[in-house]
């Protein structure tokens, strides 16, 4: 059963990074690719403290969904430690904190709104 991560937690600047199975070792992330995509890098970034304190050791799968393409892209922790970069974002109002952005050609991509990706995940009742 996942649950939710929040960063930050009881902080005026909390906020929620995803979803964590510790079963099955994946952390899943819904991100919206306008707002979320880092277009320097073409990347997707999760938090380095939470990545380093939680994923890595364990060599977690990442997922990120992106909620407005229908995008998922998958990947494991290894892969943001082999390929990845740190990136701390500042801003006047609000503190981003350091995080560790893998570029998009790292992960395995699919398209949930292609008949194939359909066909494959139909639910029968």
């Not at 992330?29 to 999760?46: E, S």
């Not at 403290?49 to 229908?70: A, P, Q, W």
């Not at 066909?119 to 009742?125: A, L, P």
């Amino acid at each position: 059963m996942a649950r939710k991560v929040f960063i930050n937690k009881g902080k005026p600047n909390q906020r929620l990074i995803g979803e964590i199975d510790k079963v099955y070792k994946i952390f899943t992330k819904k991100v919206f690719k306008d707002l979320h995509l880092f277009r320097k890098l073409n990347a997707y970034g999760i938090d380095s403290r939470y990545f380093n304190s939680h994923l890595n050791k364990d060599n977690y799968m990442i997922k990120v969904i992106e909620m407005d393409t229908g995008m998922i892209y998958k990947c494991h922790a290894k892969d943001f430690v082999e390929n990845g970069q740190y990136f701390h974002f500042k801003q006047e109002k609000e503190d981003h904190n350091t995080q560790i952005f893998l570029p998009l050609k790292f992960w395995q991509s699919e398209d949930t709104k292609t008949f194939e990706y359909q066909q494959k995940h139909i639910i029968y009742k």
